[in-house]
């Protein structure tokens, strides 16, 4: 940071005087002077002193966004595009789960970590970054992030096979009946629990006079 009269700080070789002290150099070649709240001619002149090149907001700074609205998802998408990059590289069908499980954790799940520290992270991102992740997790070509595939769980199958018997005339749920426990959770008219109907249809006179029909077991 310099103010104005480091100008004429640097007409009398500040930055010379620097280096031989410190034995530091400057890269001049790879330094940039931003002017903030001054004229532009001010800038200009230091920067020509110095002997680099004048740059404005927004700009990078070590893969960092500076003087953006992060608050867009818009200016989140070079993000995007370097955590999408690292699974697309890897071969996830040719990793066991818990290889794939390795790599989420120790890479995936860091990358983000660096962006989050300096800036509020959009919800929306959140969920395209899980996404992205979940995708590899299950695997597929290039990492499983360009794949759209319908992924069966344990659950989803024995649902299947509950309505394949009812198209059959065997209802499943017709057999079952509710394991009362303490009552906490049966309701005393709604649910089957004595009988093979609901009490409610059972006693439908006393169910109208009841004055609490929400009760349980």
């Known amino acids: 940071v310099f103010m104005r009269s480091h100008i004429k700080m640097m007409d009398m070789g500040l930055f010379k005087g620097a280096s031989v002290g410190q034995g530091l150099k400057i890269n001049v070649h790879k330094s940039n002077i931003i002017g903030v709240n001054v004229p532009n001619h001010v800038t200009d002149v230091m920067a020509k002193n110095v002997g680099c ?39 996830a069908r040719l990793l066991s789960v818990g290889g794939r499980l390795s790599l989420i954790k120790s890479v ?64 499943l749920f017709s057999l079952c009946k509710i394991k009362l426990g303490n009552g906490s959770l049966t309701s005393f008219w709604d649910d089957t629990w004595c009988g093979n109907s609901p009490l409610k249809y059972q006693f439908p006179r006393i169910y109208m006079l009841d004055s609490d029909k929400g009760c349980k077991v």
């Open 108 to 171: 995936l799940g860091n990358l983000p970590t660096y962006y989050m520290s300096l800036y509020m992270m959009p919800m929306a991102i959140h969920k395209k970054l899980e996404m992205i992740r979940n995708k590899f997790f299950i695997g597929g070509e290039e990492g499983g992030i360009n794949e759209d595939r319908t992924h069966h769980t344990t659950w989803g199958a024995i649902l299947s096979s509950v309505k394949r018997l009812k198209l059959k005339g065997i209802d």
């Open 53 to 91: 090149c004048v740059a404005s907001f927004p700009l990078q700074y070590l893969s960092v966004h500076v003087g953006f609205n992060m608050s867009r998802c818009a200016n989140w998408i070079p993000i995007i595009r370097k955590f999408s990059s690292k699974p697309a590289q890897w071969e």
